[in-house]
């Protein structure tokens, strides 16, 4: 196909291989990629020119925001990148509401940033460098998560260019099927521009950083999900197995939702019992210090890594057994573990795109030998068993059984159907799955 004239509008926002930003720009953080373009969209309208021209052009089309896709299918090669990051402002609409108008393209270390002179925080994730658009649109599984629920539970609207190039404001009242895939399954549906989301008030976060030795009979595993089960909401926490290839460690952080360290010292109590402490530190941090600029980085494929996940409504001993084991094998892998109960689980299993509100642990296993699936397919066989879903954003795999683990049943039928509707042509859909999707 001839490629379509570059519109007007577009001028000096293209970049191609002879640009001396496309080295910083053809790639993802998983992926090293050579896109033929990178559209750099100031506007709304930019964005929409720009899917026009990519859709004229009939050349495959990526839509990135942060770039920390862990399918790296944010760029592509010989295709259009829409890389979003330019719509990036952070604004506070309602001060009483705490409503706040974030770009799709800011990173969340931004967004932090943003608010922290207001006293508001929005739970993200873990890492500043992450996007707002691809968190946003899939779940949000953040240092708060068990206080504040994910971050597309507080999503009260979205502006979204379609498939066809036209702009819709979505929300309760507008566009409502729209909305309801937005919000987990955003990704097939149209690229979000922003979002509005409600902030908390938030001075502060405790935090403790735990090392702990892990019992080879998953022992530790299991009373790590009971003390969480039992924990005030304001405490989430995050943990890496880390192995030497026969011993583990769990390298964990606790996050308090509030900056008291003495409630978070008995919040966290539990926790020092289930295994030799071997380290342990306890400090009071903005959530800014948190989700920080320290980790603003360009991505340049740095992390070239194969990743899958799941989720379990309890862990089971014979779970915490598969993950110990499954961190402690003859191959280099990393395992981590999330809080995902609370307040997630208050939300109606159909009241959005993510569906899996009686999961209280997320389990995510990763290789790096990228070009491997075999090997993490051995990582993760006996650790699947055990599973029950998945989260679409901490996924490598590109398959139709993908796409049901994080949409089972009746919730995957009517993100497809949304996505048949608002996108005929799968132009979104085609970027994200390998293979037809049913
Ligand atoms: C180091 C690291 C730490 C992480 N920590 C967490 C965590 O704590 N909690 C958590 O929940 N997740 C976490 N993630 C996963 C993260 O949520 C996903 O990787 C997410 O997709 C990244 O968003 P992004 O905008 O940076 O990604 P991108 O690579 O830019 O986008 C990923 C995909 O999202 C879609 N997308 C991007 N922008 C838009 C848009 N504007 N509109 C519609 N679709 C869009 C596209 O299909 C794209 O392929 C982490 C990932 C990494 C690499």
């Known amino acids: 196909?001839?490629?379509?004239?570059?519109?007007?509008?577009?001028?000096?926002?293209?970049?191609?291989?002879?640009?001396?930003?496309?080295p910083l720009l053809r790639s993802t953080y998983t992926r090293a990629a050579r896109p033929a373009m990178v559209v750099l969209p100031q506007t709304t309208t930019d964005v929409a020119v720009a899917l026009r021209y990519a859709r004229d052009s009939g050349l495959p089309i990526a839509v990135r925001s942060g770039g920390h896709g862990l399918s790296g299918r944010s760029s592509n090669d010989g295709g259009v990148v829409i890389d979003v990051s330019g719509l990036n402002e952070v604004r506070v609409l309602d001060r009483r509401t705490?409503?706040?108008?974030?770009?799709?393209?800011?990173?969340?270390?931004?967004?932090?940033?943003?608010?922290?002179?207001a006293g508001l925080a929005i739970s993200s994730g873990d890492?500043?460098?992450?996007?707002?658009?691809?968190?946003?649109?899939?779940?949000?599984?953040?240092?708060?998560v068990r206080d504040y629920g994910l971050t597309i539970d507080h999503v009260r609207a979205a502006e979204v260019v379609l498939a066809d190039g036209r702009v819709v404001r979505t929300d309760a009242e507008h566009e409502p099927d729209l909305f309801w895939a937005v919000r987990g399954a955003g990704a097939g549906a149209g690229i979000v521009t922003a979002f509005e989301i409600e902030a908390i008030e938030l001075r502060g976060v405790a935090v403790t950083q735990l090392a702990l030795g892990v019992d080879p009979d998953g022992s530790t595993l299991s009373h790590w999900a009971e003390c969480l089960a039992r924990a005030p909401r304001q405490l989430s926490t995050a943990a890496m197995l880390m192995s030497d290839g026969r011993h583990a460690v769990l390298s964990l952080t606790a996050v308090y939702a509030g900056p008291d360290v003495g409630l978070m010292r008995k919040a966290v109590a539990p926790l020092l019992a289930i295994g030799t402490v071997l380290d342990q530190s306890v400090h009071r941090v903005p959530y800014s210090g948190l989700v920080s600029t320290a980790h603003l980085h360009p991505n340049v494929g740095q992390q070239p890594t194969n990743t899958t996940n799941g989720l379990l409504p309890t862990m089971t001993p014979d779970a915490a057994r598969a993950i110990t084991a499954a961190a402690t094998g003859p191959r280099p892998a990393l395992l981590q573990l999330r809080s995902v109960g609370g307040a997630v689980n208050d939300v109606a299993a159909d009241a959005t795109a993510y569906s899996h509100r009686d999961s209280n642990v997320l389990v995510v296993g990763t290789v790096f030998a990228p070009g491997?699936?075999?090997?993490?397919?051995?990582?993760?066989?006996?650790?699947?068993?055990?599973?029950?879903?998945?989260?679409?954003?901490?996924?490598?795999?590109?398959?139709?059984?993908?796409?049901?683990?994080?949409y089972p049943g009746p919730t995957g039928d009517r993100v497809l159907a949304l996505w048949r509707q608002y996108d005929p042509d799968g132009i979104f859909r085609s970027a994200l799955y390998s293979g037809e999707l049913s």
């Open 98 to 117: 705490r409503l706040v108008r974030v770009g799709a393209g800011a990173r969340w270390a931004e967004v932090a940033q943003a608010l922290a002179p």
């Open 127 to 144: 890492h500043g460098n992450v996007g707002v658009g691809g968190l946003a649109t899939a779940g949000g599984v953040g240092w708060l």
């Open 1 to 22: 196909m001839t490629p379509a004239t570059l519109p007007r509008e577009l001028d000096g926002k293209v970049v191609t291989s002879a640009d001396p930003r496309y």
């Open 372 to 406: 491997d699936r075999a090997a993490l397919d051995r990582l993760w066989r006996p650790v699947a068993a055990h599973t029950r879903g998945a989260y679409a954003n901490f996924e490598s795999r590109t398959d139709a059984a993908a796409f049901r683990r994080f």
